[in-house]
């Protein structure tokens, strides 16, 4: 994994904000259940393409900074 080529597709700030973070997660359109990703799974497709998140501490009970993709 190459941060060179993360930054073609994003921000140092996303970089920032996934070292940031405790979890990483997905929610799917239809199902609106958040689905666990690993951070070296994120950044392997960050490499491809510009990742759309928001970051959020109100899905788990105790608060934690969390990233979702959109």
């Known amino acids: 994994m190459s941060i060179k080529k993360i930054k073609v597709h994003n921000s140092q700030q996303f970089l ?6 405790r979890d ?4 799917p359109v239809r199902s609106k259940a ?3 990703v690993s951070k070296k799974e994120l950044r392997k ?11 959020t501490d109100k899905i788990f009970i105790s608060v934690r900074d969390v990233m979702v993709i959109t």
């Not at 990483?24 to 929610?27: L, N, P, Q, R, T």
């Open 34 to 36: 958040y689905l666990h």
């Open 16 to 21: 920032d904000d996934l070292k940031r973070v």
């Open 24 to 27: 990483v997660m997905v929610i």
């Open 45 to 55: 497709e960050a490499e491809e393409v510009e990742i759309k998140y928001y970051i």
